[in-house]
């Protein structure tokens, strides 16, 4: 069974790992695009460190200077007493014993519910506050006898940092609603001389890069483990007729018969829209019957297996209607019987080239977003 790899993808609009500078008051960031939505917004600074909107704060810690084992004599250097933020001073006794491994004594600190927590740092106690940011302190007091033997200073504060703001989305003010134009904006200023930032964030349709505003972006996917995004029987057909159709014939220097000229035919300067209605369904007929020549020949001759919803059995229809509002707009609806009697529908809506097109901006040309209900044009 035939496949290719899927083209046709919903466009998610992520920008991604967009390069910015902070503003001169050293607190805001202004996006090129909108940001659709402040839900999985991510921020880097140096192109190295993530800060949550949340921010970045360290807690109160201190690493000894001592490595285990220790040595614990009872009323001698037993005894590590400790003020927390609350205010409530907090002691453990710790058993006597000639030699006591780090992972031992962090064990019985933290048992002793002093509020702080410990941890074996490469064989040295580590001490670490409850809370985070500049606010968090922890007292070692002078009554600490083990402070000594773990290399810690005694009659000394120990206080949280706050390494870098929290931040959050407010709305630019003086622009169209249909353009949410958001800024980021740090709670203070950046007192670092960091002013190179990335953002990643979902922006809107109309503002996004990948797929020019259609929704859909022509480009193949893998998944999570490495495979190709594929398609296969009626979603292959579709596909292939749809790259057959909407192709400019010749632009394969390979396969100079592949496409049609579609986009010559509606740019053409001719009166009455029915010859070009005409042409254009002509034009379809001639390339659906040698694609379908293709296909016979990749069963037949080739020997691969062609499945029966993938083989293009019959053209049904072919409706080319005018817009109204714009000539150089055209609606095409084909249908397309395959070999197992389903009925298969395309619509799309196409139009040529802009004037400023034609210096060399394709962005307005071509193809628009399929509709398999009616008619839709996006731009």
């Known amino acids: 069974m035939s496949y290719d790899r899927q083209l046709d993808q919903l ?3 992520l920008v991604v790992n967009e390069a910015l ?8 960031i202004k996006p090129l695009r909108p940001i659709a939505s402040a839900y999985g917004l991510r921020l880097r600074l140096s192109g190295e460190l993530d800060i949550p909107s949340s921010g970045v704060r360290l807690p109160p810690s201190v690493v000894g200077t001592a490595q285990g084992p220790f040595r614990i004599k009872a009323g001698v250097n037993d005894i590590f007493q400790v003020k927390g933020q609350d205010g409530v001073l907090r002691q453990a006794v710790i058993p006597a014993s000639s030699s006591t491994s780090t992972d031992q004594l962090v064990r019985l600190l933290n048992g002793a519910g002093l509020g702080v927590y410990f941890q074996n740092s490469l064989g040295r106690v580590e001490m670490l506050g409850s809370l985070a940011g500049n606010q968090s302190t922890v007292y070692v007091t002078s009554a600490s006898t083990l402070g000594a033997t773990l290399g810690i200073t005694v009659n000394r504060e120990y206080r949280g940092k706050d390494v870098f703001p929290g931040w959050y989305v407010i709305n630019a003010p003086n622009v169209l609603s249909d353009r949410p ?9 950046l007192r670092t001389n960091i002013d190179f930032c990335e953002i990643s964030y979902a922006t809107i349709q109309q503002e996004c890069r990948r797929c020019g505003g259609a929704g859909v972006e022509n480009d ?4 999570r483990t490495g495979g190709v995004v594929e398609v296969r029987d009626e979603a292959l057909l579709i596909q292939e007729l749809l790259k057959l159709f909407y192709t400019e014939e010749g632009t394969n220097p ?9 986009l010559d035919q509606i740019g053409q300067k001719i009166v009455v829209g029915s010859i070009v209605q005409n042409l254009i369904v002509a034009d379809i007929y001639r390339a659906f019957g040698r694609w379908q020549s293709i296909k016979r020949q990749q069963e037949v001759a080739v020997g691969q297996d ?4 993938e083989y293009p059995f019959r053209l049904l229809s072919v409706n080319v209607t005018q817009s109204q509002q714009d000539p150089t707009v055209f609606y095409l609806a084909v249908t397309v019987q395959n070999r197992a009697s389903e009925p298969v529908q395309i619509e799309r809506g196409i139009r040529i080239p802009e004037p400023a097109d034609l210096l060399g901006s394709t ?7 399929q509709s398999l209900s009616n008619y839709t044009l996006s731009g």
């Open 21 to 28: 500078y902070v503003g001169p008051d050293h607190q805001t």
């Open 306 to 309: 062609v499945s029966d919803q």
């Open 181 to 189: 134009l958001r800024y980021i904006v740090f709670e203070q200023p």
């Open 254 to 262: 390979f396969h100079a018969w592949y496409g049609t000229r579609l």
């Open 11 to 13: 466009c998610q609009h």
């Open 220 to 223: 193949w996917r893998y998944t």
């Open 363 to 369: 962005q307005q040309q071509g193809v628009f977003r």
